[in-house]
């Protein structure tokens, strides 16, 4: 089944409002700023309802399916979420109050950052940055800037593994920094000897992803640490994976200096389309001063208390409002007013649903499930790095045995098994890349039943590999050429001639 | 895999034509395999210099984006201007018509560095047999 565009459904004449008769004297705009045709749908109220309810069947997402997308982890968004943050207390509020008249908005701030302060083990922490990208350009500008407040002129390179999260490179590059890349050894690990090889007081820092992007946490992170600052430079931390260690290890401990949080995939809030997402950043106590403002700070005071203590009257014992400050030399604002606030409502309520044991089972069950897939699986498929994974494993492609099969096709066949497919040739460090991130919801009944269509496919892909060549074949749209679309793309509809 | 005997290779997959102090390169036949069907060749401006091993183009394909590296120092004198329209031609005839840039070398000598067709050859055999599927 395929949806025609909305132009397509267009009729002339139909329409989806009556409106009232105009009760103002008509303006006239002014001659040449009007034009003379508009080619907008013509449709009645049915029509687009109907259109739009189809397309969305058409959707394929987390709460209709497995959603097993390596990188990006598609985490099941509670609906409490979304109760708490349509609250009128919150939506009613605007940025421009003043702040003694929205002090719960504040109050979740100050404990949304307190929170992520307690699970990182940094100093202080940020809520600003709108995204993981976001995010990682603030750290990286915190780093700019603490070098440049020791007088520091000489560091000029950002080591980044090849095993990171592909933002990283840009995010440096933003910054002004040139990237070297550095490699994995055989266990996916950083290389240290390559790593030894480019520390030197030109280093402002390295950006380490851990676990990295093949799902490994990496074995020498305290040695990493020691030889970066050793020679200067400052650890990064892309927390994009900080969803496998919640609650198990504080990243602060292990050296990073400054991590960025990903709250649209640690901390539940919806990802993808939907978004938006939430980037804050945690740093530790020689950075708190760079952070970009406002943060909410905590003031005990007597004079302009929220209290209900009349005037006279003794205060709370712990009598306190909250401000919003701008750390001492703050790299300035990342983001208009104060972050995706509805956003961190919703990361907010799943850390006060799940309390400190609940998050660290998440993390427990997400290594486990990605652990239960991974020994399915390798039975079968290539696994090129054949260690205890955390939360995701990336497999090597289809079976040897499978000739003229490649990943892209055992991506394809997985959709007509309704299931969506994993990421694919990422990381690029693995030849025909598939990575695999189940997430802590999911049963084992759903576990099994993706295994099972994964091992059914690597049969199919050596019984009758055109079969896997034409998939998919039960979805609204068959095999896309991508080819002919990147090629030649047609980005809008333009009436017929 | 076709081999250009004429050229010179660098292990990142990219071919130099020496034509007097005038070079032309692109990438290989082995690498246009790897990044299966070229959708779009980012090249630098005419004028612009690059050292060696510096990246100065990019190479996207469905599955992923490359980087493409000058295997010796110089200044770009001309870009293949028809990969705009046909980046196509990067996987029909990646050392004729699938050219990326015609520059002046900055130092002939770093030429010394380079591979040979044959040793090139070898090169890919071994990149291959780690490579797995």
Known sequence: MSEPLIFEISSPG???????????????????????????????????????????????????????????????????????????????????????????????????????????????????????????????????????????????????????????????????????????????????????????????????????????????????AELVHNCGGLLYGD?????????????????????????????STPHGGGGPGSGPVGVSQRLAQFLPGPIVVLEVTEDSCVCDAEEGEEHAQECYVLRLARPEHSIGRMKSFYGNFGVLIKAYT????????GLRQASEDAVLNANYLMHRLKK????????????????????????????????????????????????????????????????????????????TIAEEAVADPDLLHSAPHVTPVTRLDEVKAAREPRLRWTPPQ | MKIDKDCRYVETHEWIRVE??????????????????????ELPEVGESFAKGEAYATVESVKTASEVYLPVSGKITEINNELDTKPQLVNEDPFGAGWFVRFTMADPSELDDLMDADAYEKFVAEEKAKGGH
């Open chain 1, 350 to 357: 799943y850390i006060r649903m799940l309390g400190a044991a």
């Open chain 1, 380 to 455: 079968v498929y290539p696994l090129p790095y054949d260690r205890t994974c955390m939360h995701e494993f990336v497999l090597g492609g289809p079976p040897p045995q499978a000739k003229d099969i490649h990943t892209m096709d055992v991506a394809k066949r997985l959709m007509d098994y309704g299931f969506h497919p994993p990421t694919v040739y990422f990381p690029l460090i693995v030849h025909e890349a598939i990575m695999i991130e189940p997430t802590e919801t999911e049963s084992k009944a759903t576990l099994d039943a993706f295994a099972e269509a994964m091992i």
């Open chain 1, 239 to 267: 927390g994009a994976n900080f969803n496998a260690l919640m609650g198990i290890v504080k990243p602060a401990h292990l050296g990073f200096d400054v991590m960025h949080f990903n709250l649209h995939k640690t901390f």
């Open chain 1, 14 to 224: 139909r329409c989806g409002a009556s409106l009232p008769a105009c009760d103002v004297p008509p303006t006239p705009l002014p001659a040449g700023m009007v034009r003379a045709d508009l080619p907008l749908p013509e449709v009645s109220e049915v029509d687009i309802v109907r259109h739009y309810v189809r397309l969305s069947q058409l959707n394929y997402g987390v709460d209709k399916g497995f959603y097993p997308l390596g990188s990006c982890t598609m985490k099941y968004n509670p609906k409490v979420n979304e109760v708490a943050a349509r609250l009128p207390g919150f939506v009613r509020t605007h940025p421009y109050q003043d702040p003694d008249s929205v002090q719960g908005n504040l109050a979740l701030m100050f404990e949304l950052q307190e929170y992520l302060k307690e699970l990182s083990g940094f100093a202080a922490v940020s809520l600003q940055p709108a995204a993981g990208a976001h995010g990682e350009l603030t750290g990286v500008l915190i780093i700019r800037a603490y070098h440049q407040s020791q007088g520091d002129g000489k560091r000029t390179k950002m080591l980044i593994p090849d095993s990171a999260h592909g933002t990283n490179p840009a995010s440096t590059t933003m910054c002004g920094y040139t990237t070297v890349e550095i490699k994995s050894d055989g266990r996916g690990n950083v290389d240290l000897d390559d790593l030894r090889a480019h520390c030197d007081d030109t280093v402002a820092g390295l950006m380490l992803t851990n676990p990295n992007t093949l799902g490994l946490f990496d074995e020498h992170v305290l040695e990493i």
């Open chain 2, 20 to 41: 007097g102090r005038e070079a032309v390169t692109g990438i290989t036949d082995y690498a246009q395999e790897q990044l299966s069907d070229v959708v779009y060749v």
